[in-house]
């Protein structure tokens, strides 16, 4: 059975300096892993999605996440927060080729000017 | 704009009533899912077709709902005898099958519903 935690509720940082969302993930078989944004009255938005090719992702806006298996984690990180970048962030799971995601509690994001 | 929308995007109801949330996926995609999210939580799976057939229900899909998605294109998700434990915001998401990945779903804005 598929599940994430996030190991984190919230986050503050301030403007300029790096971002860390941490996520572990549990899947039976070879997961596919996504992070998703969402922002206030918005949909969600995918960050970026690892499926079983590079262990380091390079998504959107700057953002980034490592897949290592041996720690079943899937950290989220940026080097520079920008004001834009406050907002809930999600970790997700799926068992590759299955098609119902299990996401996690949400990181909410805080950027201090 | 050629993403996926939900009409409405807010509804307000008396526990007991019927509702129906409508979604149009991004035209080319044929599979579609619904979600449901609560304060606080992430979203959870409901459902899930490919074209106009639903493969997959989640145990949260009580009898009360029910979803089609008559001609493979957009869907309706209908909740009846409303009760306030059903008060969450109902996402749709679509994708294009990725043939053995998972694939990319790409979700509207939501339906907030509030059962009074």
């Known amino acids: 059975a598929q599940s994430v935690t996030q190991l984190d509720s919230h986050v503050s940082v301030s403007e300029g300096t790096p971002v860390l969302l941490r996520c572990n993930y549990s899947?039976?078989?070879?997961?596919?892993l996504f992070w998703y944004v969402q922002h206030p009255n918005k949909g969600l938005q995918l960050l970026l999605k690892y499926t079983s090719a590079a262990t380091l992702v390079k998504g959107i806006n700057g953002f980034e996440a490592e897949f290592k298996k041996s720690e079943t984690s899937f950290h989220l990180t940026k080097p520079s927060a920008h004001m834009s970048d406050a907002a809930e962030y999600f970790c997700v799971v799926s068992d590759s080729g299955a098609n119902n995601l299990f996401f996690g509690t949400g990181t909410r994001l805080t950027v201090i000017p | 704009d050629t993403g996926v929308s939900q009409d409405p995007r807010h509804k307000i109801t008396k526990r007991g009533q019927n509702v129906t949330f409508r979604c149009d996926p991004i035209?080319?995609?044929?599979?579609l899912y619904w979600y449901r999210q609560t304060l606080g939580q992430g979203p959870e799976f409901l459902t899930y077709f490919q074209n106009e057939a639903q493969l997959e229900k989640s145990r949260l899909l009580s009898d009360r709902f029910s979803a089609e998605r008559p001609k493979g294109s957009f869907s309706t998700l209908e909740i009846q005898r409303t009760e306030q434990g059903d008060s969450a915001m109902y996402l749709c998401?679509?994708?294009?099958?990725?043939?053995?990945?998972?694939?990319?779903?790409?979700f509207g804005p939501g339906t907030r519903l509030t059962v009074l």
């Open positions: 035209s080319e995609h044929n599979r």
């Open positions: 899947s039976s078989y070879s997961p596919s």
């Open positions: 998401a679509s994708s294009l099958a990725a043939g053995g990945f998972t694939d990319t779903q790409y």
